[in-house]
């Protein structure tokens, strides 16, 4: 993998404080097991850019830091997103794009959906299962319901902007 240019780690530092601002200004609904993080819809940007992977994963340090969940939260969850975002820029590669950006938000749903759920739901005393599907419903909210336009909207924008 190449270094990151000036201009990516510019952008890595301008996803984190969105994915923050977004996260905290939105905090009642982005923790618990009934939640929308809206600053998730940010987790496809990795399709669109390398960048996205350091940015997402230091923004979601910081949300997490704030949400009272506990260490697990603030550990665990980082690490999802980062495993997250590396997998979403790998489907980027995918030939046949229309297919490619559909399946982008995939990882982080389903890491988040089983990943977080397995320190979430012992924390709050529920069901495992049923915290996998309240998670996956959200996520599935702000990938695909946010993400998946953001892709569209961004996609061109972003990757001339990193190649200037």
Same mark, same amino acid.
């Given at each position: ?10 952008? #890595?530092?301008? *996803?984190?404080?969105?994915? $923050?601002?977004?996260? !905290? @200004?939105? /905090? &009642? ?61 790998? #489907?980027?590669? *995918?030939?046949?794009?229309? $297919?490619?950006?559909? !399946? @982008?938000? /995939? &990882? ?57």
């Amino acid at each position: 993998m190449t270094k990151f240019t000036l201009k990516e780690i510019a952008l #890595a530092g301008l *996803i984190a404080a969105l994915y $923050t601002v977004l996260g !905290l @200004a939105f /905090l &009642p609904i982005s923790i618990y097991i009934w939640q929308v993080r809206v600053a998730e819809a940010l987790t496809v940007l990795p399709f669109v850019t390398r960048a996205a992977i350091p940015g997402l994963f230091v923004g979601c340090l910081a949300v997490n830091a704030f949400g009272g969940m506990g260490w697990q939260d603030i550990v665990f969850g980082p690490l999802i997103t980062l495993v997250a975002a590396i997998l979403t820029h790998r #489907a980027s590669g *995918i030939s046949h794009r229309t $297919t490619a950006v559909a !399946l @982008a938000p /995939l &990882p982080p749903v389903l890491l988040n959906a089983f990943g977080v759920s397995l320190y979430l739901a012992p924390i709050l005393g529920m069901n495992y299962w049923f915290a996998v599907q309240m998670i996956a419903l959200g996520q599935a909210v702000a990938c695909y319901v946010l993400g998946i336009p953001l892709i569209l909207l961004l996609r061109n924008r972003i990757a001339s902007l990193v190649r200037r």
